[in-house]
C-alpha cells in the first residue's frame, strides 16, 4: 500500500510542476498577481507531495517489503536500521528521488527567502526550478520508478552494495546533490534575468548566497565521497581522478569560479555575461555528471545500472536545458553590455584571471574524463587517460591562481596600487619560503621543488588571508561576515594545499607478507602482527587481525584492520585500521591469505592527510560564514519596491 | 610605455602562456594515454613492447597460482581465444576471483608474461568491465547470465 501512495504522490509532484512552470513563468511575462501566487502554492504543494513519497520509500525500505522490486534489490532482513534508511538512496531509482526532493527543497527555500527580490524575479525562478522538476519527475516516472512491484516476492533482499554500507557514504550523495541541485537556482536566476533583460548588481546580490550554498554543500560532499574512499576501498588515496570523481570536482571548479565572478557583478556591474555563462555552466556539469554517472558510459562503484534508455533521456533533458539556456544567452546577451573600465592591475583584473585558471582547469579535466568516451563511441580505440595526466596538468592553472591568490585578497577596485600591503605581502613571502624549507627539508627531507613551491603558495595564502581581518580588528574597523568569509575560506584552501603537497611528497607505502608474530619496519614505526581471529558482524563475518605499532619500543597505537564478507553478496571487503594524529596517519589494511598463517598487508604512512579534509571544511565554513552578512538580509530599496508595484498595476 | 602598447604586451604574454599550456597538455595527454588490448591483440603482437598499456580477459579456474607466504602471484587472462599470462606483486584487489573478469595495466616483459602495475576488479559478480565483455563478445563466447533478481 505504501508503494502505491508513494507512486502516486510522485505522479501528483509532477502534475503540481507543471502548473508551477507555467504560471511561474507566464504569470511574470503577463504581469498576473493571482498566477503567481499559483506558482507560489504549487511550490509548497509539491514540496509536500515529494517529501511524501520519498516517506513512503523509507517507510517500505523500514518494512523489508521485498515484493516492491527496488528494495529486494537493495536492502535485506538482516541491514541494520540505519543503513535502510541509507539504502533509500543506495542505487539509482532511489537517489533520483532524494534529488528530485532536494530540487522541491531549493524551490521552496527560493520561495520562502524571496522577501527582498521583486515578485516577478521570484516568479520566473520558480517557474524554471518547476521545469527541471518536471523534467526530473518525468525521467523518474518513464525510466527509473522505485515503486515497481515484484511478483512474485523475493523472499529477502540482494543487500545494500556493502561498500555503501558506512556512515560516511550514507550521507554524502544528499550532501553531493544538496550542491549539484543547488546550481540549479543560479540558472534559474540566470535565465530569469535573460527572460526579463535586465541584470544589476541586486541580482547578483540575490543570486550570491544561492551560488554560495550550493558551492559548499558540494565542497562536504566531494570531501566525505574522498575520506570514504581513502578508508573503505582499502588502497588508502585521497583521490583518483575517477571519472566519477571528476564529475563532481568540474562542477565544483565552475561553481568557484561563479561565486567570485559573481562578487565582480555585484560590486562593480561588470562580467554580467560571463556571469550567466558561469551560472548555465554549472548546472550543466552538474547534469553531465549525472548523465556520466548514470548512463553506464563509465564503470565504478557509482554507476548503479546501465540502462541506454535512462542515458539518452538525462541527455535529451540536458540538451534541452543547456540548449535553450545557451540560445537564450546568444539572442540576450548583448543586453548586459558594462562600460565600466578597470587598469591592468585591479580586483577585477585578478578574479579575472582567477576565472580563467578555473574553467581552464575545468577544460583539462573535461578533456581527460570525456576523451575516451569518444573514442570508444566512434568505435576507435580503447583507451583510458592516466591520473598522470591529471595530476601534472591540473597544476599548470592551479599554481599560479595560488600564487595570485594572496595579492589578488589585497588589491584594490578599478585600480590597486599595493602602497599599504607591498611590505607586508613581501613579508609573508619571506616567512612562507623558509617556513616552507623548514618543513620540507627540517621536518620530512628534501623531496623536490614543487614540494617547496607548493608549501610556500599554501602559507603565503595562509598568511595574507589573516592579514586584512586582524588589521581591521587592530584598527577598530568594522569586520563584516563578507570579509571574514573569505578569509576563512581562503585559509582553508591553503590547509588543504598544505595536506595534499605533504601527503602526496612524503607518504610511505609498501604491500608485504606477515605471519602472527612477526614484526615488520615501515616508516620509522615497528608494526607486529599479534593475531588473526574470526569476529561476526550483524550481517557479515570477518577476519580480523591485531596489528601493534611501536616507534622505539615504545607503543604507539594498536589497529584492528578486517577483512569482511558480506553474508548475502558474498563480496569481500577491506576495512582498513586508521590511527589517526593530527600530522599523521598510519594506515593498516588487510589483504589476502598467502598460506601458512601469512596475510598480504598494505602498510601506509601519510603525513598530514588530515589537513585534506579539514581544509575543505573550512572552506565550507568560510561560505557559510559570508552568506550571514547583513546586506544580504536587508529588504527591497525603495525604488524597487515601487518598479514592482507598479509592475503588479498595469497588470 | 603607452597604456596601447602595454596592454598589446599583456595580450602576447597571455597568447604565449596559452600555447604553451596548450602545448605542455598535448604532450602530457599523449604521454599518458593508456590503450585497451584483449589477450587475442596481445597474442597476435599487436600490443607494444615498450609502453605501458591494458589487457583484460576473464581467469579461468584453477590458473592462480601463488607461492607459500609470497606477495608475488601469477595467473592467466583469456578471451578464450588466446591466453596471456601475467604475473603482479602485491596486495590484489577484493573483488579478485578466478571465473571473473579483470583488467591488468602493466608492460609486457621480455619472457612473454605481461608484469602488471596494478590489477582492476571492481565489480560485482553479474558485471563485467564492458572492454572485457567487448572483446569477450568478437570471441563469440556469451557473458555470464544475470544473477537470480532481474538488474534494472
Known amino acids: ?651 | 610605455m603607452t597604456p596601447r602598447r602595454r596592454r598589446m604586451t599583456l595580450v602576447a604574454l597571455i597568447v604565449l602562456g596559452v600555447g604553451a599550456a596548450t602545448a605542455f597538455a598535448l604532450t602530457a595527454f599523449q604521454d599518458n594515454l593508456l590503450y585497451f588490448y584483449s589477450p587475442s591483440d596481445v597474442s597476435a603482437g599487436k600490443a607494444p613492447a615498450d609502453r605501458v598499456f591494458r589487457v583484460g580477459g576473464m581467469v579461468p579456474e584453477g590458473s592462480f597460482t601463488r607461492e607459500p607466504g609470497s606477495l608475488e602471484a601469477h595467473f592467466v587472462l583469456t578471451d578464450y581465444a588466446h591466453n596471456v599470462k601475467v604475473s603482479y606483486t602485491g596486495v590484489l584487489p577484493d573483488l579478485f576471483r578466478e571465473g571473473q573478469g579483470v583488467i591488468a595495466r602493466g608492460r609486457m616483459g621480455a619472457d612473454g608474461v605481461f608484469v602488471a602495475e596494478e590489477v582492476l576488479a571492481k565489480h560485482d559478480e553479474n558485471y563485467m568491465p564492458p572492454e572485457v565483455a567487448d572483446s569477450l563478445k568478437k570471441q563469440h563466447q556469451k557473458p555470464p547470465a544475470d544473477g537470480p533478481l532481474p538488474t534494472t
Open chain 1, 1 to 651: 500500500m505504501a508503494a502505491e501512495l508513494g507512486h502516486f504522490a510522485l505522479i501528483l509532484a509532477f502534475c503540481l510542476a507543471l502548473p508551477q512552470a507555467f504560471f511561474g513563468l507566464m504569470g511574470a511575462h503577463w504581469r498576473r498577481p493571482h498566477w503567481i501566487a499559483l506558482a507560489n502554492r504549487a511550490v509548497a504543494g509539491q514540496w509536500v507531495f515529494t517529501l511524501f513519497s520519498f516517506a513512503c520509500l523509507s517507510y517500505v525500505f523500514y518494512q523489508n517489503d521485498f515484493s516492491v522490486l527496488y528494495v529486494a534489490q537493495n536492502s535485506n532482513s538482516e541491514l541494520p536500521t540505519f543503513y535502510r534508511f541509507a539504502a533509500v538512496w543506495g542505487a539509482h531509482e532511489g537517489s533520483l528521488l532524494l534529488w528530485l526532493l532536494v530540487q522541491a527543497t531549493w524551490a521552496l527555500g527560493v520561495a520562502a527567502f524571496s522577501g527582498n527580490m521583486p515578485q516577478q524575479m521570484t516568479s520566473r525562478v520558480l517557474g524554471v526550478l518547476g521545469l527541471i522538476s518536471a523534467g526530473f519527475a518525468l525521467f523518474i516516472l518513464m525510466t527509473s520508478n522505485p515503486f515497481l512491484r515484484l511478483w512474485p516476492a523475493a523472499p529477502d533482499g540482494r543487500d545494500l552494495n556493502p561498500l555503501l554500507q558506512d556512515p560516511a557514504l550514507a550521507i554524502h550523495p544528499p550532501m553531493l546533490y544538496i550542491g549539484y541541485v543547488g546550481f540549479s537556482v543560479p540558472f534559474a536566476f540566470a535565465v530569469a534575468a535573460m527572460l526579463e533583460g535586465k541584470l544589476d548588481s541586486l541580482w547578483a546580490r540575490w543570486v550570491r548566497p544561492w551560488a554560495t550554498v550550493a558551492w559548499m554543500f558540494l565542497t562536504c560532499g566531494i570531501a566525505l565521497g574522498s575520506w570514504w574512499a581513502y578508508y573503505e576501498l582499502g588502497w588508502g588515496g585521497w583521490w583518483f581522478w575517477d571519472p566519477v570523481e571528476n564529475a563532481s570536482f568540474m562542477p565544483w571548479l565552475i561553481g568557484t569560479a561563479l561565486i567570485h565572478s559573481l562578487a565582480v557583478t555585484e560590486k562593480r556591474g561588470l562580467f554580467k555575461s560571463w556571469t550567466l555563462l558561469l551560472s548555465i555552466t554549472a548546472f550543466s556539469l552538474s547534469l553531465l555528471g549525472t548523465f556520466l554517472v548514470r548512463s553506464g558510459v563509465i564503470e565504478s562503484v557509482h554507476a548503479f545500472a546501465s540502462d541506454p534508455g535512462r542515458g539518452l533521456f538525462i541527455l535529451s533533458f540536458l540538451g534541452v536545458c543547456v540548449g535553450g539556456a545557451l540560445a537564450l544567452y546568444a539572442w540576450r546577451a548583448p543586453l548586459f553590455r558594462s562600460n565600466a573600465g578597470f587598469a591592468a592591475v585591479s580586483r577585477e583584473s585578478f578574479l579575472l584571471f582567477n576565472n580563467m585558471l578555473l574553467v581552464g582547469a575545468t577544460i583539462v579535466i573535461l578533456l581527460g574524463t570525456t576523451y575516451p568516451m569518444f573514442m570508444d563511441a566512434f568505435g576507435l580505440d580503447k583507451v583510458s587517460v592516466g591520473p598522470p595526466y591529471f595530476e601534472a596538468m591540473f597544476l599548470v592553472p592551479m599554481l599560479p591562481m595560488v600564487f595570485l591568490l594572496a595579492p589578488g585578497m589585497h588589491a584594490a577596485w578599478k585600480k590597486a596600487s599595493f602602497d599599504s600591503t607591498k611590505k607586508i605581502l613581501g613579508l609573508l613571502l619571506g616567512v612562507a619560503i623558509v617556513l616552507a624549507l623548514a618543513v620540507s627539508v627540517g621536518a620530512y627531507g628534501w623531496n623536490s621543488v614543487m614540494t617547496v613551491v607548493g608549501l610556500t603558495a599554501a602559507f603565503w595564502v595562509a598568511g595574507a588571508a589573516l592579514v586584512d581581518p586582524i588589521s581591521r580588528w587592530r584598527n577598530g574597523h568594522s569586520l563584516p561576515a563578507s570579509i571574514i568569509g573569505m578569509s576563512v575560506a581562503h585559509f582553508g584552501l591553503a590547509l588543504f594545499i598544505i595536506g595534499a603537497t605533504t601527503v602526496e611528497s612524503y607518504k610511505e607505502e609498501t604491500d608485504l607478507s606477515l605471519k602472527p608474530g612477526q614484526t615488520t619496519e615501515h616508516a620509522g614505526f615497528e608494526f607486529t602482527m599479534t593475531k588473526v581471529e574470526d569476529v561476526d558482524g550483524p550481517n557479515y563475518q570477518a577476519v580480523q587481525s591485531e596489528v601493534v605499532i611501536t616507534r622505539d619500543g615504545e607503543q604507539v597505537a594498536v589497529v584492528h584492520p578486517q577483512k569482511r564478507v558480506y553474508r548475502v553478496q558474498k563480496n569481500a571487503m577491506t576495512e582498513a585500521g586508521i590511527d589517526a594524529h593530527w600530522n599523521r596517519d598510519l594506515f593498516v589494511a588487510m589483504g589476502e591469505p598467502l598460506g601458512e598463517d601469512a596475510w598480504s598487508l598494505r602498510l601506509q604512512y601519510k603525513p598530514m592527510v588530515r589537513f585534506i579534509w579539514l581544509g575543505a571544511a573550512v572552506m565550507a565554513l568560510g561560505g557559510l560564514i559570508a552568506i550571514c552578512d547583513r546586506r544580504y538580509r536587508k529588504r527591497v530599496t525603495v525604488d524597487e519596491g515601487a518598479a514592482a508595484a507598479a509592475g503588479a498595476k498595469t497588470a
